[in-house]
């Protein structure tokens, strides 16, 4: 059965650093578009960053700029989101999502109502002093 597991979240003070892991399985995701959803409470999920595998390119919401870091192990099959200096308003379940390659943009793909294949369960994460 083709999944994403999540793993990594957890409570951090503000400044502090986490790194959410997305592990698939059931199938292999090199060339796919991967990306990382928050939601948080009260709010509308959004889209936080993004990767389209066939030509590398990468998004990041503005609010998360030079903050956070999308990546991605094809060997591990594997993807990543580095969160550094996380702030109070980084509160939020996040999602990882991948789909097969296709012919849109990454921030197309970054949009909230995207028809990703297939999504993680979700991983809480908290910012709090």
């Known amino acids: 059965q083709a999944q994403l597991v999540e793993s990594g979240g957890g409570l951090v003070q503000p400044g502090g650093s986490l790194r959410l892991s997305c592990a698939a399985s059931?199938?292999?995701?090199?060339?796919?578009?991967i990306g990382w959803f928050r939601q948080a409470p009260g709010k509308e999920r959004e889209g936080v960053s993004c990767m389209t595998r066939r030509d590398g390119m990468t998004y990041y919401t503005d609010s998360v700029k030079g903050r956070f870091t999308i990546s991605a192990d094809n060997a591990k099959n594997t993807m990543y989101l580095e969160m550094n200096n996380l702030k109070p308003e980084d509160t939020g379940v996040y999602y990882c999502?991948?789909?097969?390659?296709?012919?849109?943009?990454?921030?197309?793909?970054?949009?909230?109502?995207?028809?990703?294949?297939?999504w993680g369960q979700g991983t809480q994460v908290t910012v709090s002093s």
């Open positions: 059931g199938f292999t995701f090199d060339d796919y578009a």
């Open positions: 999502a991948a789909d097969p390659p296709q012919h849109a943009s990454v921030q197309a793909m970054c949009h909230s109502i995207w028809p990703y294949d297939y």
